[in-house]
């Protein structure tokens, strides 16, 4: 009995010692346990304020904007005063919005603007000439989502989705209980994500479930006529494909007696891609100059990656040709003869840069700006063309800017 008496007090001096360890651990070692929920509460409110802080947003706009744009006056004003000019008024994302727009309103340019979620998502669509979802336009209606139209080599096409089909419901959800925006995050999902529809086709229900991915846009085009003339159609200078492709296409049409490279309504696009495109072109000349804050930063010379074989080439123009196209238009003028048709280009020869901020949101900044071979300032003024013409249709329903093209090549060849 004295044993078992023994043998409890030892284990219950055991149990007081390491319960006193314990404590004695917390009290002389505290710092472990108060600076970690310290920490973790400042890492959330950290993170807190970099998602949703609007002043946050507007004073990263401020510096972004002071720190890149083009013009190191600012518009001749002190971009300081802007700096606490809303300081206490800001919060909410809309209050961030109207304050960086009035911000950058001053600088009297508009390609330097605010991109809110949304619009920063778009320029970045654009910028990589592609589209995440499951890849067609639609109408909502009363009875559904009502689709249009099937982009190329998308998962609607791979999927065997129609036009005129309707879709009733998303992920089992009908879609006559969804606003706009459901629907629209439904249909452009990220990528890899499974989306499930049913679609009514006439009197037949199907049901699909279509896994949504990247689409290529399609920015280039081209064929040969009938007389051996190569005739491309660029409508934007965008996307990491851009010049893969347009050195396919000039192999492709090397065999050609001319070509006509059709960059009307092209609004431009990645400078970086203007460049190495006209690379293609010829050997050894100028390209452009870029200037940023005053200051030429670079002389650019084609770099002898040259593929296109010498022939004549016409470029087609119209008012909606802009920037990198405008690129692309001149140099081919001075460098390698080209032949311009059509109306004055747009006449912008700034280049923006989009850096991303907190919220998803981003900002359009006019980074730099380019001059032409010959030293022409293009902005607000465009470039000339060689021959003037406004867009109609031949006798026999041809464009008539293609048909004015071929006379001018087949007259260059002739007088070889």
């Known amino acids: 009995?004295?044993?078992d008496i023994k043998i409890k007090n030892i284990l219950l001096y055991v149990i007081i010692i390491i319960l006193i360890l314990?404590?004695?651990?917390?009290?002389?070692?505290?710092?472990?346990?108060?600076?970690?929920?310290?920490?973790?509460?400042?890492?959330?409110?950290?993170?807190?304020?970099?998602q949703i802080a609007p002043s946050r947003v507007y004073i990263n706009a401020w510096r972004i904007a002071r720190n890149e744009y083009a013009d190191k006056t600012m518009n001749k004003q002190k971009w300081q005063r802007w700096r606490n000019r809303y300081k206490g008024q800001i919060k909410t994302m809309e209050d961030a919005?109207?304050?960086?727009?009035?911000?950058?309103?001053?600088?009297?340019?508009?390609?330097?603007?605010?991109?809110?979620?949304n619009n920063f998502a778009k320029e970045k669509i654009i910028l990589n000439s592609k589209i995440t979802g499951i890849g067609l336009t639609y109408n909502k209606t009363d009875e559904g989502v009502v689709?249009?139209?099937?982009?190329?080599?998308?998962?609607?096409?791979?999927?065997?989705?129609?036009?005129?089909?309707?879709?009733?419901?998303i992920n089992d959800k009908k879609v006559n209980e969804m606003n706009n925006e459901e629907v629209h995050a439904y249909m452009e999902p990220e990528k890899n994500v499974k989306v499930k529809l049913k679609i009514k086709r006439g009197e037949e229900v199907i049901e699909k479930e279509i896994e949504?991915?990247?689409?290529?846009?399609?920015?280039?085009?081209?064929?040969?006529?009938?007389?051996?003339?190569?005739?491309?159609?660029?409508?934007?200078?965008?996307?990491?494909?851009?010049?893969?492709?347009?050195?396919?296409?000039?192999?492709?049409?090397?065999?050609?007696?001319?070509?006509?490279?059709?960059?009307?309504?092209?609004?431009?696009?990645i400078l970086a891609n203007a460049i190495e495109m006209s690379d293609l072109m010829f050997n050894g000349k100028k390209i452009i100059d870029i200037e940023s804050r005053g200051v030429t930063k670079y002389d650019v010379y084609a770099q002898g990656n040259k593929v296109f074989?010498?022939?004549?080439?016409?470029?087609?123009?119209?008012?909606?040709?802009?920037?990198?196209?405008?690129?692309?238009?001149?140099?081919?003028?001075?460098?390698?003869?080209?032949?311009?048709?059509?109306?004055?280009?747009?006449?912008?020869?700034?280049?923006?840069?989009i850096i991303p901020m907190s919220n998803k949101t981003g900002i359009m900044v006019t980074a730099l700006k380019y001059i032409l071979p010959n030293g022409d300032d293009?902005?607000?003024?465009?470039?000339?063309?060689?021959?003037?013409?406004?867009y109609s249709l031949t006798a026999d329903n041809n464009d008539n800017y293609i048909q004015e093209g071929k006379k001018i090549i087949n007259r260059l060849v002739e007088k070889k």
Do not use: C, W
Request: proline content about 4%; cysteine-free; overall charge neutral.
């Open 1 to 3: 009995m004295g044993k």
């Open 22 to 50: 314990y404590v004695t651990d917390i009290i002389i070692r505290p710092y472990e346990y108060i600076n970690m929920s310290k920490l973790n509460n400042k890492v959330e409110k950290i993170h807190h304020l970099q």
């Open 97 to 117: 919005d109207v304050a960086i727009n009035t911000m950058l309103y001053s600088l009297n340019d508009p390609y330097t603007k605010f991109l809110k979620t």
């Open 147 to 169: 689709v249009n139209k099937i982009l190329k080599n998308s998962p609607a096409q791979e999927g065997h989705i129609m036009p005129g089909d309707y879709i009733v419901s």
């Open 212 to 269: 949504s991915k990247d689409i290529p846009i399609d920015t280039m085009k081209y064929e040969i006529s009938e007389d051996n003339i190569g005739i491309i159609k660029l409508s934007n200078v965008m996307g990491e494909k851009a010049v893969r492709d347009f050195k396919t296409v000039i192999e492709e049409t090397n065999g050609t007696k001319g070509i006509i490279i059709d960059l009307r309504n092209n609004y431009g696009g």
């Open 309 to 353: 074989k010498d022939k004549p080439i016409v470029i087609l123009i119209n008012n909606r040709t802009a920037s990198a196209a405008e690129i692309l238009a001149g140099t081919l003028k001075e460098n390698a003869d080209a032949v311009l048709i059509g109306e004055v280009t747009y006449g912008k020869n700034s280049i923006q840069q």
């Open 378 to 390: 293009i902005d607000n003024k465009g470039i000339e063309p060689d021959k003037k013409i406004t």
